[in-house]
């Protein structure tokens, strides 16, 4: 229902004469008012005013209404507890409410309410709570620092439940005696939160023993196995050429990109020859770990410049040999060469067997120390030299440099003459060679 209020504006006109006033009212009589002086106001009155004016003047009516607008907020009826009230069925007593129990109407005609539903689900480890909403009850696991993570005690990973910096997603603090990631123990150096530098060159030592398996290279044959995780950052891009020798037992390295669990980059078994890698400015990471399960131990890690071979191809055999003119490192691939020479004095029971070989021939016009070797190729090598001619006395001759390092070197001083460099291999093996050469 509209309401209005109205009010009757009445109109009065005062008239001021020299020394007194007249209140005319609406019937047009006036009364008497006393004597006004004209200095108690300061308010200047026409002297004279004309009665058909007041007289004409409407009675004017003003409407308030007082209608709540829609946009006002409407207030919604309170809660109204049933218990108690008169009531015939159990519609008259229900309040609506799930979480406070169930009224209903008692044959004596009140109304009552049963007991509260029971949402413990006798757990200790959930939070029980009615959810009004849904009418039903919700079981949430404890997680007492709101990180994410039920506490071990319940069976979940947080090994700290009232601290929101431990959980399983956290980055552990190098060696300050806590263990933020909940992995068991502390970073310690040479875990992922506190790396080994690393740098061109170097040549660390290290052992695996007692160190956390979180990471899996590619060249892995099974989980489980200790790491120990050095960082290199590089300013530029750069050659690099990397080795891993682990004795007594089967070790692997593998460079990945910018984090330690990043996109990897190679993977190097410690018996294969090295690798050399062409890597872009960043950070890596060079991950010493194990092959199998259980495997760690000593290690010493290999880190040293690097550059790219010339490739070779076609150098079969001595009519095909290819002439080195400077100090390099040249590489080819001996899968579709020929045998045509064995070593002489050097690979053991292999003489005689030899494999698949490459033919270089270099010329000296003084005695000059001469450096070879073939680190970085993919298979067991055999080199060596001979001088004057192709079938000419075998001067140097190596397998393995040894440590389980399958490549070959050779050191040694030539008087000025012709030599011939041949990179064999230990028995039919094949796959890309490295041959690097100083000293010319």
């Not at 993977?267 to 020859?273: F, K």
């Not at 494999?355 to 003084?366: C, E, N, P, V, Y």
């Not at 005695?367 to 140097?396: M, N, Q």
């Not at 093996?429 to 490295?434: A, F, R, S």
Request: hydrophobic content about 30%; overall charge negative.
């Amino acid at each position: 229902m509209k309401t209005a209020l109205t009010v009757s504006m009445i109109s009065v006109l005062v008239l001021v004469g020299c020394n007194n006033s007249v209140v005319r009212t609406l019937d047009g009589s006036p009364d008497a008012v006393p004597d006004i002086d004209d200095t108690d106001t300061e308010t200047d009155v026409p002297a004279e005013v004309d009665e058909d004016v007041v007289e004409d003047t409407p009675i004017t009516d003003t409407v308030v209404d007082l209608t709540p607008d829609a946009d006002d907020p409407v207030e919604e009826d309170p809660y109204v507890d049933t218990v108690g009230l008169d009531c015939t069925s159990d519609e008259d007593c229900d309040d609506g409410l799930f979480c406070n129990g169930t009224e209903y109407c008692h044959p004596a005609g009140d109304c009552r309410r049963a007991p509260a539903p029971d949402c413990g689900d006798g757990d200790d480890c959930t939070i029980d709570t009615c959810i009004e909403e849904t009418d039903s009850c919700d079981h949430v696991m404890e997680d007492g620092d709101s990180d994410g993570f039920a506490p071990e005690s319940c069976g979940g990973p947080d090994c700290d439940d009232t601290d929101v910096a431990i959980n399983p997603d956290a980055v552990d603090i190098c060696d300050d005696g806590i263990d933020q990631d909940c992995n068991g123990e502390d970073a310690a150096p040479g875990a992922c939160a506190c790396p080994i530098t690393a740098t061109v060159p170097s040549t660390p030592d290290g052992s695996t023993t007692g160190m956390p398996s979180l990471y899996e290279g590619s060249c892995a044959r099974s989980t489980g196995a200790p790491e120990e995780i050095y960082e290199l950052v590089l300013g530029s891009d750069t050659e690099v050429f990397i080795e891993l020798y682990a004795p007594g037992w089967y070790g692997i390295v593998y460079v990945v990109e910018a984090t330690c669990d990043g996109t990897e980059v190679a993977c190097i078994m410690d018996y294969d020859p090295g690798l050399g890698l062409s890597l872009a400015a960043g950070t890596y990471y060079l991950i010493v770990d194990g092959r199998d399960t259980g495997d760690d131990g000593d290690y010493t890690l290999m880190i040293d410049p690097w550059t790219p071979p010339i490739l070779i191809a076609g150098n079969d055999d001595c009519g095909s040999v290819y002439s080195i003119t400077a100090d390099g490192t040249y590489g080819g691939n001996n899968t579709t060469l020929s045998d045509d020479a064995q070593p002489a004095t050097c690979a053991g029971t292999s003489v005689g067997r030899g494999g698949q070989d490459a033919w270089f021939t270099f010329t000296l016009t003084s005695s000059s120390a001469i450096h070879l070797d073939t680190r970085g190729s993919t298979y067991d090598t055999v080199l060596y030299v001979r001088r004057g001619s192709c079938t000419g006395t075998e001067v140097a001759c190596d397998d393995d440099i040894g440590g389980g390092d399958t490549d070959s070197e050779i050191d040694v001083t030539l008087p000025a003459d012709t030599y011939y460099v041949i990179v064999d291999d230990f028995y039919d093996l094949t796959g890309d060679y490295i041959l690097t050469v100083s000293g010319l």
